[in-house]
């Protein structure tokens, strides 16, 4: 294969492991996909994935690309360290070996998987942020070296295996914790939580129905879900059960400044104490709000709160070049659920509108 054909092979790889990992949640479909895309790309006769059990320190055999995997009812299992592949992921580097694999000293046979069927192997770690969540190998029936080229190549495909675990790891936290909210005893924390975890319902159900990015979907719905998080703690802490906004309006700015790796927001917050089912669509718009301002504005992000005769009034203001001309709330699925919150929820109104520079997004409701 000529240096430009195989360039081009490994690129276009690389791209459709990047899709194949942001195109689900499902660990056990990307993994299909990304073994089947492998074993092509690298004109392999097999291709292994493997997840990391951090508890038993053992690697699970999660998918297989014309390996003839026998019984999935009994997947393989091999302890950090065992097998060529197991070794590749203890000491944190490739391991290849170019023929006769099934007779190297570290080779670990299944009953239920020929792997000695195949000469050549070559094995690398999977990690997220420096950390081991597992392992995957190509093999070959015929004797084969692997180029330095495809060592780098599988090494990074790896590095997008590592990613899509993290997620789906993050995922099913994010399940967890709401379901240990659901079981809290207390009747009026049980209410209040109830409350929380229909809104929390709604909004992934939304962002599932109406998601192109699986992946920032789901970090969106987690900074919605922490900023209920907030006004459940702000309203605990309180003797009435009441939120102060000017407080909740700082945590939430902190949040989403430090995870975008913004500078803190330019605040005039006039203390408001609203009701705990008040200050949760409030917490939901500011979050989409101010997320806006950050990634899609310009400059500094100015954030004002005050209440007056005709009610509370929340302002979000950046310095950017300011709504396009053929600017339309309804594609915007966050809008959408901002301005649906601010009228059922709030009785209020959201108004997006040019700032000279940039946009100036103000929430007006009345205290009920």
């Not at 299944?110 to 190998?137: C, K, Q, T, W």
């Not at 159900?205 to 969106?220: C, F, H, I, N, T």
Request: proline share 5%.
């Amino acid at each position: 294969m000529a240096a430009t054909d195989r360039t081009a092979r490994h690129l276009e790889l690389l791209t459709d492991t990047i899709a194949a990992v942001n195109s689900s949640l499902d660990l056990d479909v990307v993994f299909e996909r990304i073994a089947a895309k492998v074993t092509s790309a690298l004109e392999a006769d097999a291709c292994f994935v493997y997840l990391y059990d951090e508890t038993d320190h053992v690697l699970e055999l999660r998918a297989t690309h014309d390996g003839r995997f026998g019984d999935p009812s009994h997947r393989p299992r091999m302890h950090l360290g065992e097998g060529i592949t197991g070794t590749s992921a203890a000491e944190g580097r490739p391991v290849m070996i170019a023929e006769a694999a099934h007779l190297d000293a570290r080779f670990v046979g299944f009953p239920n998987l020929p792997e000695d069927e195949y000469e050549s192997i070559l094995a690398v770690p999977v990690h997220a942020r420096d950390r081991l969540e597992g392992a995957l190998n190509v093999r070959t029936r015929l004797p084969r070296a692997f180029g330095e080229d495809e060592v780098a190549l599988l090494t990074a495909i790896a590095g997008q295996v590592g990613q899509a675990i993290e997620n789906a790891k993050l995922y099913e936290q994010t399940r967890a914790r709401v379901s240990e909210l659901e079981s809290l005893a207390v009747q009026e924390i049980h209410h209040r939580v109830k409350n929380n975890l229909q809104t929390v319902a709604s909004l992934l159900r939304l962002r599932a129905a109406g998601a192109s990015d699986p992946q920032r979907a789901l970090a969106d719905s987690v900074d919605r879900i922490l900023s209920i998080a907030e006004v459940h703690d702000l309203a605990t802490a309180s003797r009435e059960g009441d939120v102060d906004l000017a407080d909740l309006v700082r945590r939430l700015a902190a949040m989403l400044g430090h995870g975008l790796g913004a500078a803190p927001a330019d605040a005039e917050l006039q203390a408001v104490q609203v009701a705990g089912d008040v200050a949760t669509p409030v917490a939901l718009i500011f979050c989409e709000l101010y997320a806006n301002a950050l990634e899609h504005g310009g400059g500094e992000v100015a954030v004002r709160l005050d209440e007056g005769p005709g009610g509370v009034e929340m302002e979000v203001r950046d310095q950017g070049p300011g709504l396009p001309p053929d600017f339309d709330p309804q594609r915007s699925l966050g809008l959408k659920i901002a301005h649906a919150l601010a009228e059922s929820d709030l009785g209020g109104k959201l108004t997006l509108g040019d700032g000279r520079p940039g946009v100036r997004a103000i929430l007006t409701w009345r205290p009920r």
